[in-house]
């Protein structure tokens, strides 16, 4: 399923969440 | 994933064309669809045994162009131009459409110089306005444009095709998600068994402080 | 005060035939409504009152309209004449729209445009008007100060789905989509405009111009982080300072977040979330995708 391996492909894409200095920071 | 549910009908419609007509009318078919301009998505097309029957036959440079809207970028296509059909301008923009979403796949954070090298822009407002535009106005890309440092932050790409060999790494990504949510869960009942642990402990504390209390104030009274 | 009466009503038809509507409504404001004299029924009245306000609203004149259309907010609760309420509505969403209080004027003009009723006394109600009122109600939607109010009035007029059917449904879509609009989608929209709605404001801004601007920047502030003036002037088509001026005023009034820093001459859309926030909603999206993944597979019976 074509549709079904870039809908994945997207998904995964967007892992991880979130990555930035200032988030690390907020998180800590 | 609104773009794959847009993408869906036209999908079918240039599966059923392609399906039934001969290797002159295909190379109508692809070029009508690497036109389209809410089509991102080929490899269906791709795997229809007429199309790959085209290999080796006098239309193959338009199997080797539908795999380069499949896979390729704008700089992989100019690259090989000299063995490519020549492209029209909606074509090259969807080329550069899809190599927007190529890049995405690497990072999250996409450097305005590499997006003007890869898109072939001369400057920051035409870089801009492609992005907003044609990316994310079309819904292919969602994100947030930072002048100041010079990038493109993507929140959300749309999936291109896959590459031969993609699938491993997915399953392998898919495989670190799974395991690592497993763990995370794992961790959360952990706490949560130590959070009731120590409010027992707490309780049971606190009955025999007050028990003691009640026995101070007997032997006091 | 019978025969002043019969004459001046004589008069105003004649202005009224030659087209002069203020001296056919300066003519009717003579008749002494709140006599003493003799038995006037309210439905005379409100006659008077509504035919002098649109007398005056044929000139655009809203300040004369106006007080003849409060004098008759008076008896138009208690009246049964459903061609003399409707007059009252549309002189009273007319003149919303003159004063620029365009948020009121639309929601009066949307609630005239989903009339049901095609025959209220001997008056015809055509489909061109009733459009007519709706395409007013989604023009006074775009020109209202940008704000939650008007995204709720904006997301009803574009599910309307007679809205798709208006000329200026472009104009809607982009508004609602909170999409850029570009110097020739502007141009085009002005020309569906009157005069009171491409008139200069005291900021020597045109009310076009402010109600463009402001709902660029927005569109902007979704697309960026940080701009600088002299792009963001290019981008929206207008002069830096401009932009800057209708910029510092909305985060003034709490209407865009951000700052300005005028050093650099750059505009800093903050994010309405904090990082973690961001952090949230970056999950919630991630798990939606994944929801529908699952969809699609159960679709296709995986």
Same mark, same amino acid.
């Given at each position: ?28 | ?80 131009? !000299? ?14 459409? *899809? ?15 590499? *997006? ?10 035409? *870089? ?13 890309? $969602? ?16 999936? $291109?095709?896959? $590459?031969? !060999? ?56 | ?80 004449? %459903? ?20 948020? %009121? ?7 005239? =445009? ?70 020739? %989608? ?32 927005? =569109?902007? =502030? ?51 979330? %904090? ?28």
């Amino acid at each position: 399923e074509n549709s079904l391996l870039r809908q994945v492909s997207s998904l995964l894409r967007r892992l991880p969440a979130i990555e930035s200095e200032k988030f690390q920071d907020d998180f800590l | 994933m609104d773009i794959e549910q847009k993408q869906e009908e036209i999908i079918q419609q240039f599966v059923n064309e392609a399906s039934n007509v001969k290797a002159s009318s295909l190379v109508t078919v692809i070029a009508q669809a690497t036109s389209h301009p809410s089509l991102f998505a080929f490899s269906e097309i791709l795997a229809l045994p007429n199309v790959t029957q085209l290999q080796g036959t006098e239309h193959s440079i338009y199997l080797d162009l539908l795999r380069m809207f499949a896979h390729g970028t704008w700089s992989e296509y100019k690259r090989n131009a !000299g063995d490519l059909p020549q492209l029209k301008p909606n074509q090259v923009l969807k080329l550069k459409q *899809l190599t927007v979403l190529t890049l995405a796949e690497a990072n999250k954070v996409l450097p305005y110089d590499v *997006l003007m090298q890869e898109l072939d822009v001369i400057n920051v407002r035409e *870089l801009e306005d492609f992005l907003i535009n044609e990316c994310m106005y079309v819904g292919i890309v $969602r994100g947030k444009l930072d002048q100041l440092r010079r990038c493109f932050q993507v929140q959300f790409a749309a999936g $291109r095709d896959l $590459r031969p !060999g993609q699938l491993g790494s997915m399953i392998h990504t898919l495989s670190n998600w799974l395991s690592t949510s497993d763990n995370l869960l794992i961790t959360i009942q952990d706490k949560i068994k130590w959070a009731d642990t120590m409010s027992e402990l707490d309780k049971k504390h606190k009955k025999e402080a007050e028990e003691r209390m009640e026995e101070v104030k007997k032997t006091l009274s | 005060e019978e025969q002043v009466l019969v004459i001046r009503e004589k008069l105003a038809d004649l202005y009224e035939s030659e087209q002069l509507w203020s001296k056919a409504a300066q003519m009717l404001s003579g008749i002494d409504l709140d006599s003493g004299m003799r038995v006037i029924d309210d439905k005379f009245r409100l006659t008077k009152c509504v035919q002098i306000a649109r007398l005056y609203l044929e000139d655009d004149d809203a300040v004369n309209a106006e007080a003849f259309i409060n004098k008759a907010s008076f008896m138009v609760s208690n009246s049964q004449h %459903e061609v003399l309420n409707l007059q009252y509505k549309v002189c009273y969403a007319r003149i919303l729209d003159l004063k620029r209080k365009f948020l %009121e004027a639309a929601l009066r003009y949307y609630d005239i =445009s989903q009339i049901e009723k095609r025959q209220i006394g001997d008056e015809v109600i055509d489909e061109d008007a009733l459009e007519q009122a709706l395409a007013a109600a989604v023009t006074c939607t775009i020109l209202a100060a940008a704000g939650p109010q008007r995204s709720r009035v904006l997301a009803t007029l574009y599910k309307d789905e007679r809205c798709s059917r208006l000329k200026i449904y472009p104009i809607l879509q982009k508004v609602y989509l909170e999409r850029i609009l570009r110097k020739p %989608e502007i141009d085009t929209f002005s020309e569906e405009l009157k005069a009171h709605q491409k008139a200069l404001l005291p900021d020597n801004f045109t009310v076009l111009d402010r109600a463009m601007i402001e709902h660029n920047l927005l =569109s902007a =502030s979704k697309l960026y982080t940080n701009i600088s003036f002299d792009e963001l002037g290019t981008l929206l088509g207008i002069e830096p300072h401009k932009a800057e001026k209708i910029a510092s005023r909305m985060i003034c009034e709490d209407r865009m977040r951000g700052s300005i820093d005028q050093v650099e001459a750059v505009i800093h859309f903050e994010d309405d979330n %904090e990082e973690l926030q961001q952090w949230d909603q970056q999950i919630f999206g991630l798990c939606q995708a994944l929801n529908d993944v699952l969809d699609s597979m159960a679709k296709k019976g995986l």
